[in-house]
């Protein structure tokens, strides 16, 4: 992944974007490239009623969240810029990228049937737009990186520093 100037990653509060989350930390680590977690936000029709301020701070709480679940808060040594956007999730990763040497690291969903009924997917939305590659990672992959430090009492990867 040489030349990759930034690593964006999408970040929802599924098990599937913890994985892209330690995945994105990796490439980012290696490449010394920008690390740009987005949380995208867009009030709903339920939502009418809750301030705007309200849920763009529940979005920006779902990155801090996702950071203390994985590595127990921000990791050290990468240029961190976490971007909350108040736009549909597959917009606001696009508009994120910002050239060719970019990398998108999205969490793989597990409900297609669900995504064709409702227009297609994210990472779908992204593939066909973003200009630059992307890479969908699995909550298997996560769940695999624990499994044998569970099983050992090993300290779990995602911990440490």
């Known amino acids: 992944m040489t030349g990759t100037s930034r690593v964006i990653v999408g970040l929802s ?20 490239a920008v690390l740009v977690p987005v949380a995208a936000w867009a009030a709903a029709d339920k939502d009418g009623l809750r301030p705007l301020s309200e849920l763009e701070h529940a979005a920006r709480r779902r990155l801090d969240i996702a950071f203390e679940q994985a590595y127990g808060g ?58 630059c590659q992307v890479v969908e990672v699995s909550p298997s992959a996560l769940l695999t990186r624990l499994e044998l ?5 090993a300290p779990l990867p995602l911990l440490a520093r």
């Open 74 to 131: 921000y990791p050290a040594g990468l240029v961190i810029r976490p971007l909350v956007v108040n736009a549909e999730p597959g917009r606001a990763l696009v508009a994120a990228v910002s050239g060719p040497d970019d990398l998108l690291v999205l969490g793989a969903t597990t409900r297609r049937g669900l995504d064709r009924l409702r227009g297609g997917s994210v990472a779908r939305h992204c593939r066909q737009r973003a200009g």
């Open 13 to 32: 509060g599924s098990l599937s974007s913890l994985a892209a989350l330690y995945h994105a930390v990796g490439e980012a680590a290696r490449n010394e």
């Open 149 to 153: 430090p569970a099983r050992t009492g």
